[in-house]
């Protein structure tokens, strides 16, 4: 039977009643964020950046660079501060390639403290299982990089994962050795290295390897070391022109550092090999035109450097859908 207009008129007011009473019924202020996963197609790669949280760091710990300079900077940008310092991203990155699942780092976990340690719960928001990874990559052995190798009860969160970690970093670290002439501030991060690894190690699954060596799903280790004595810069092949530069820790303050890649943090353990690995990587990534994530860049760290004169600027990715399947 042919539905009359007044009907029709009829069905849509219906309709407009109907959707701004749902409207209204589900007005409500956000008690929280929303999970802090995003998805980037690079080539043949799907790239989940996950959010583990943010740190505090004081903008006194930069060094080599003078206060005003530091101010001017990060004004310009509107970096979120408060009285314990800059609002700082701790990003990790699931690959996916087919069906190998890679992870480049795994977040603070328990190391940090509340408000952070959210990688593996994204990570399930996104849609992976912590038991399918295959591999996970460390850039280096600091807590908020290799802490989410273990769950909130610690235990192993990746179990049928191989994990990889330098050499240097493997040797420096893991040794009780070099805690003793460490600096005070960097000793606590020694046992939670140790911790981390420890039932991969018994299990034989932890790998040490050097930069060049051939590591799976064809990612390339790149030395990019000075923040820590082994901390590696992952390079990963998309295919059809795209590569994705998962570069850890050679930003820790991104409204700084591209512009005067000569400022260090304090925690470098080398400041000087700290700022020619910066430096180095951002021309490369710069001159190839290369994605890059960064582990400590403003959530999801995904997007392009761009030279400019001796220095460089950051261009974040734009939201984009993923392609058709
Ligand atoms: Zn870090």
């Keep these: 039977m042919p539905i009359s207009p007044t009907s029709r008129v009829a069905a849509a007011l219906l309709l407009a009643a109907c959707a701004a009473f749902a409207h209204a019924g589900t007005m409500h ?16 790669l799907q790239v989940t950046a996950l959010f583990d949280g943010t740190v505090a760091l004081g903008r006194q710990e930069l060094v080599g660079i003078d ?13 979120p501060e408060d009285s314990k310092g800059l609002q700082t991203a701790v990003n990790a990155y699931l690959v996916q390639r087919g069906n ?28 992976y299982a912590p038991s399918d990874v295959d591999d996970v990559l460390l850039t280096h052995a600091h807590p908020d990089h290799l802490c989410g190798l273990l769950d909130a009860q610690g235990e192993v969160a990746f179990p049928k994962a191989m994990v ?17 002439t460490a600096p005070q501030p960097l000793r606590f991060a020694f ?11 018994t299990a034989g699954t932890l790998r040490r390897f050097a930069p060049g060596d051939a590591l799976p799903a064809g990612v390339t280790a790149l030395d990019s070391h000075g923040h820590t004595p ?9 295919g059809a ?25 304090e925690a470098d353990s080398d400041r000087r090999a700290a700022i020619a690995s910066r430096r180095r990587m951002m021309a490369e990534a710069a001159a ?24 460089f600027a950051w261009v974040p990715g734009e939201f984009a859908p993923l392609p058709a399947k």
């Design 230 to 238: 082994g901390h590696v810069s992952y390079a990963i092949d998309g």
């Design 29 to 44: 202020t956000p008690q929280q964020q929303v999970p802090g996963v995003y998805h980037q197609q690079i080539g043949q």
């Design 241 to 265: 022109g795209q590569k994705l530069l998962v570069w850890g820790d050679i930003v820790h303050f991104h409204a700084v550092q591209f512009a005067r890649p000569d400022a260090s943090y």
């Design 100 to 127: 190998h699942l890679t992870l480049v780092d795994t977040g603070t976990a328990q190391c940090f403290g509340p408000g952070l340690g959210q990688v593996l719960s994204n990570l399930r928001a996104a849609g």
């Design 164 to 180: 990889w970690l330098s050499k240097a970093d493997a040797d420096y670290w893991l040794d009780p050795a070099s805690e003793a």
């Design 191 to 201: 046992k939670l290295a140790r911790d981390a690894v420890a039932p991969y190690a």
């Design 288 to 311: 190839n035109g290369w994605w890059v994530a960064g582990a400590h860049l403003p959530f999801p760290g995904l997007g392009h450097v761009r030279r400019e004169g001796d220095a």
């Design 67 to 79: 206060a005003g300079a530091v101010t001017r900077l990060l004004d310009h940008r509107y970096v």
